[in-house]
């Protein structure tokens, strides 16, 4: 029998969602997955995905932006897989059947500031996988600089 990552028989072990683009945000959803992970013994799964235009979304990580993202996660002693999928236009409906079909118990999200109009017409991937997801889900904002 195949076991997720992470996971041994008879030993239980937290995996981690994190949904990750190489953005400032993404990097914060990365060290607070990072964090998490270490301070439950867990796995992380990272997930990147486009809303299905990646050859133009730059939230599409390349390559060298994925392996910097693993680099960071083992050098924190983390175990970390990786996906990356297009999402046919629903960013959140990936994020949440990656975390159903590996049996995720956190999801780990960046967030990004946008004006009240922004959130009216387009949407919000991160408020949608809050209020749809069966298990808890981390919000991190990028850290500000305190005056």
């Known amino acids: 029998m195949a076991w997720p990552l992470g996971r041994r028989m008879g030993v239980s072990s ?3 969602l994190v949904g990750y683009v190489p953005t400032p945000e993404g990097e914060a959803a ?5 964090a998490e992970a270490k301070l439950r013994g867990g796995s992380v799964l990272l997930l990147n995905t486009s809303r299905g235009d990646a050859y133009i979304d730059s939230r599409y990580a390349n390559q060298e932006e994925l392996a910097a ?10 175990d970390v897989a990786i996906q990356q999928a297009l999402a046919s236009g629903d960013v959140a409906a990936e994020l949440l059947r990656a975390a159903a079909q590996d049996d995720v118990e956190l999801i780990v999200l960046g967030l990004r500031r ?3 109009v922004g959130k009216l017409i387009l949407g919000s991937t991160a408020q949608r996988v809050l209020l749809e997801s069966p298990v808890p889900v981390l919000a991190v904002k990028v850290a500000q600089p305190r005056d």
Request: hydrophobic share 55%.
């Open 69 to 78: 993202a693993e680099a960071k996660l083992r050098a924190e002693g983390v």
């Open 30 to 34: 990365l060290e607070a997955a990072a």
């Open 114 to 116: 946008r004006s009240p």
């Open 14 to 16: 937290m995996m981690i």
